[in-house]
């Protein structure tokens, strides 16, 4: 499967953006989805993820609230709305998709296969 993520973009702190992960492939349904994210001098990080199969999502705990990751079916796509964004959520947003990822390995970045370049999100007034 290969991945295109878009929507990044300069936002001042409060604001919003919505990121999405467009996919190829028919099978993308079956497909854990996550976002992760790497800020300046930064390690890549868990933002949240959603489940191919049942769709149950994971959050790490600063998008909890304030992140909502969602997939549409029908357009091949998982989207994450952003609210309430803050100067530290800054960084490139990748999206990342494999099969058979459990819920408790949903946060680890080796767990996924198949990468879409980053979309850049900074977050300043």
Same mark, same amino acid.
């Given at each position: 499967v290969q991945l295109q993520a878009?929507?990044?973009g300069l936002v001042?702190?409060? #604001?919003s953006l919505r990121l999405s992960c467009a996919a190829s492939g028919r *099978?993308? $349904?079956r497909y854990t989805t996550g976002w992760f994210r790497q800020g300046?001098?930064?390690?890549?990080?868990?933002?949240?993820?959603?489940?191919g199969s049942g769709g149950s999502t994971r959050y790490a705990?600063?998008?909890? #609230?304030?992140f909502t990751i969602s997939r549409d079916t029908a357009r091949? *796509?998982? $989207?994450?709305?952003?609210?309430?964004l803050r100067p530290e959520d800054t960084g490139?947003?990748?999206?990342?998709?494999?099969?058979g990822v459990i819920w408790s390995s949903m946060n680890?970045?080796?767990?996924?296969?198949?990468?879409g370049q980053g979309t850049l999100v900074t977050v300043s007034s």
């Open positions: 878009s929507g990044g001042q702190p409060g #604001g *099978t993308f $349904s300046p001098g930064s390690e890549r990080e868990f933002v949240a993820a959603i489940r705990d600063s998008a909890k #609230g304030r091949n *796509t998982v $989207s994450l709305q952003m609210n309430s490139v947003y990748h999206c990342a998709a494999d099969v680890n970045p080796q767990n996924y296969d198949n990468w």
